[in-house]
């Protein structure tokens, strides 16, 4: 099964193409240009690498780069500059996922392809009638006008949960929200939720990203688990963070 992975570059998606290879899958990815990816991605075999700015694709090469895909995870997102908050595009995350999903309906694919986003436990889930604490509603209404990528993350899980239903044809999805990111080199012990169990503002947990990359991964590879989190926005914390 191939798998594209865009926003490859970052410090998650990396860990995500480094898992994939790791359990033998085929992976694409979709990267701005070759610098922040390990080496080895240029020696594996199993690896294909495309160097393109995602939303200046038409809609001919996008179509290509999914056709035959049978998953697809997007760790798409700002870099933390005063250009990458405020410059354009401001939608790269919504835009992104929206461009995707419309190339993989085209592609008529005859099981659904599944589509995991990376998002953020500061966004809400409405559709589910999640409920936050009123200091972090208050605070995340200010970040979202202030902070342009906050609005884009809930702009990109909205967009999959308005047009895809739990038993749409075509695509299947999960959207990943960690608590505040933290690096480490070892997969260590995590704990999913439904939805968040602290306060996301003011009582932060930690998510190590190799072990967002590993649910990911775990995701893919796993029926029984996929189907337990399928449509959902499972909340993903290191055990004791």
Same mark, same amino acid.
């Given at each position: 099964? =191939? ?12 860990? !995500? ?32 690498? =495309? ?40 939608? #790269? !995350? ?22 995991? #986003? ?27 006008? #202030? ?58 947990? =930690? ?11 775990? #995701? ?22």
């Amino acid at each position: 099964m =191939t798998t594209l992975v865009v926003g490859a570059s970052g410090a998650t998606g990396r860990l !995500v193409v480094e898992q994939l290879l790791a359990e033998g899958r085929r992976v694409k990815v979709i990267v701005r240009s070759m610098h922040g990816l390990p080496e080895t991605f240029a020696r594996s075999e199993g690896l294909t690498i =495309t160097v393109a700015n995602l939303l200046d694709l038409n809609d001919g090469d996008l179509l290509q780069q999914v056709q035959g895909c049978r998953a697809l995870v997007s760790c798409l997102g700002h870099n933390m500059t005063l250009k990458g908050m405020f410059g354009q595009p401001t939608r #790269l !995350v919504a835009q992104g996922v929206q461009r995707l999903c419309q190339a993989i309906e085209k592609t008529t694919p005859q099981v659904p392809v599944k589509f995991i #986003l990376m998002n953020t436990t500061g966004n809400q889930n409405t559709h589910a009638g999640e409920m936050v604490p009123m200091s972090q509603s208050i605070a995340v209404g200010l970040i979202r006008r #202030l902070l342009p990528p906050h609005a884009d993350n809930e702009a990109a899980a909205d967009f999959l949960q308005s047009n895809y239903g739990v038993n749409h044809s075509k695509i299947e999805w999960v959207v990943v929200r960690p608590d505040s990111l933290i690096n480490d080199e070892l997969v260590t012990e995590y704990e999913v939720f439904p939805s968040p169990i602290r306060n996301a503002i003011f009582d932060a947990g =930690t998510t190590s990203r190799i072990n967002v990359a590993n649910f990911m991964s775990r #995701l893919l590879v796993d029926k029984t688990l996929w189907r337990a989190w399928q449509g959902q926005m499972p909340v993903i914390y290191n055990t004791h963070s």
